[in-house]
């Protein structure tokens, strides 16, 4: 039983476009996101976050949109480089204040030159 | 400063085989959490310390796993009589906070297990 769900597990894009990620979350008491972005034989790496309390949050080239009613949010990076190929994990805190994370399965991004 | 830091990077055991995946957490980070990446999907949680206390090992997949973080500093993760379902991508993370905000978790590389 997925609580966080990528379901597009692969995303090309050429180089200067709009990367748009998504995720979706079946539990309501999620308060609080990240997105994660990992490269090959690395660890992931903290990229953004959103608390339920806001709508959208942006940090340079990276935004992350939350529609809560949707049970929904998005990452979209704007422009797409080369150096943003890459998994992203959406992930949510496993139950209401929780410190453990949920993550989701991830989505590989290609941005070609 | 270094990085959250795991080894083996790469380990290959026989079936049956005990193995043990080491962490070294970033200095001064009191928690220290262990995560299992199976190909194709995301980071599942296996347990959680606080310093040398082992507070959540809800995510341990059987009384096999088994982890120690013994002076609150570098920790263990042992599987014992391993099987082929255990191979799989073994995440070390650790963070100088003991509560939010979760952003503030550090990966490691990671060892990547194969159990033939």
């Known amino acids: 039983d997925q609580q966080v769900k990528q379901n597009s597990p692969s995303l090309s894009v050429q180089e200067g476009r709009i990367s748009i990620l998504n995720c979706d979350y079946t539990n309501s008491m999620f308060d609080y996101f990240l997105w994660y972005k990992k490269y090959p034989a690395e660890g992931p790496t903290f990229l953004i976050s959103?608390?339920?309390?806001?709508d959208k949050n942006e940090d340079g080239r990276f935004t992350v949109f939350l529609n809560k009613s949707a049970k929904h949010l998005s990452l979209h990076i704007v422009p797409s480089q080369p150096g943003d190929s890459a998994v992203y994990f959406c992930a949510a805190p496993a139950s209401g204040g929780s410190y453990i994370p949920t993550f989701g399965r991830g989505t590989s991004l290609i941005v070609h030159p | 400063g270094a990085g959250v830091s795991q080894s083996p990077r790469y380990k290959v055991a026989k079936r049956g085989q005990d193995v043990a995946l080491r962490c070294d957490p970033i200095s001064g980070h009191v928690s220290l959490f262990w995560y299992q990446q199976a190909l194709g999907q995301g980071p599942e949680f296996l347990t959680y310390?606080?310093?040398?206390?082992?507070?959540?090992k809800s995510g341990l997949p059987s009384d096999r796993f088994f982890a120690e973080r013994p002076e609150g500093s570098v920790s263990t993760l042992k599987i014992q009589r391993t099987q082929q379902e255990d191979s799989a991508v073994y995440l070390c993370?650790?963070?100088?906070?003991?509560?939010?905000?979760?952003?503030?978790?550090?990966f490691g590389p990671g060892t990547r297990l194969t159990v033939l």
């Open positions: 959103i608390s339920s309390i806001k």
């Open positions: 993370a650790s963070s100088i906070r003991t509560s939010l905000p979760y952003n503030e978790q550090f």
């Open positions: 310390f606080q310093n040398e206390a082992q507070l959540d």
